[in-house]
């Protein structure tokens, strides 16, 4: 998704692209529509070759791929880090220069959503808002504070298949107590989704706004936002809590895989 929202809108050359990957069938794709992008003979072939490296790997093998390109890598090489719970400190073992980590989201594939970055203080500010600019071809770009990258993870690239789940619960309640079809209620509740996504962002209204404009005192829609201001919190303490404990959980077993190959006792 990210090499071809660059090449597709033109923020990249195809000859510039260098990749390496385990699974050349899943290029295929790419390269009936960009046949001069390159493939590396390996990973430590590849980071000789570039300048800018995008790491688009799991967690541990993210470890593991660091631990096998560290020898290559250029001083000044910047590295790019799409790795979730792979904190820039465990990336600084293996590479001190400069690292940008990205969340990037599944909205993307429609340039829209929030792609969400973080720089290390060796990341120079013009290559730091070349790399902003880079990532706009999937939509907005965001830059944070990494201690928050957890949670704003949860409202960027987790958050599509939590809004989808939340609009699936909606139309099977309104399922459960009419005789609407399944297909009836997710065309109304996804539809209305998108309205009000619109009215949010394009338009820029407030909540209060369309509070006001929908929920009528005393009427029906007051009666279930009511309802949704009374649940909902305590819905969504518990989501961010959970996940942030899962966070933590990968970020244990990230530490004790660099441990490992760094030939630490953990």
Do not use: W
């Amino acid at each position: 998704m990210i090499v071809r929202g660059l090449l597709d809108k033109k923020f990249l050359e195809p000859e510039d692209v260098r990749v390496s990957t385990r699974h050349p069938a899943a290029l295929t794709s790419l390269f009936e529509k960009y046949p001069s992008v390159q493939v590396a003979e390996n990973n430590c072939t590849l980071v000789r070759q570039c300048s800018r490296v995008l790491l688009c790997t799991k967690p541990l093998d993210t470890i593991r791929v660091l631990s096998e390109i560290s020898g290559d890598l250029q001083e000044d090489t910047h590295l790019v880090s799409i790795a979730a719970c792979l904190p820039m400190e465990q990336i600084a073992r293996f590479f001190p220069g400069p690292v940008t980590r990205v969340v990037p989201s599944l909205t993307g594939e429609m340039s829209s959503g929030v792609t969400l970055l973080c720089h290390n203080a060796a990341v120079t500010q013009s290559a730091a808002k070349e790399t902003d600019d880079l990532f706009r071809a999937l939509g907005n770009v965001v830059v944070i504070d990494e201690e928050n990258i957890d949670v704003a993870t949860d409202l960027t690239s987790c958050g599509p298949a939590l809004i989808a789940v939340l609009i699936d619960e909606f139309a099977r309640a309104a399922v459960r107590h009419s005789t609407l079809s399944e297909e009836q209620a997710h065309l109304l509740a996804v539809s209305t989704l998108s309205g009000t996504a619109r009215l949010l962002d394009e338009q820029g209204y407030p909540v209060e706004t369309i509070l006001r404009r929908v929920a009528t005192p005393g009427g029906i829609t007051e009666e279930g936002v009511k309802q949704l201001q009374s649940d909902m919190p305590r819905v969504y303490d518990t989501l961010i809590q959970r996940t942030l404990a899962k966070y933590g959980l990968r970020k244990t077993d990230v530490r004790a895989e660099a441990d490992r190959l760094l030939g630490r006792e953990f």
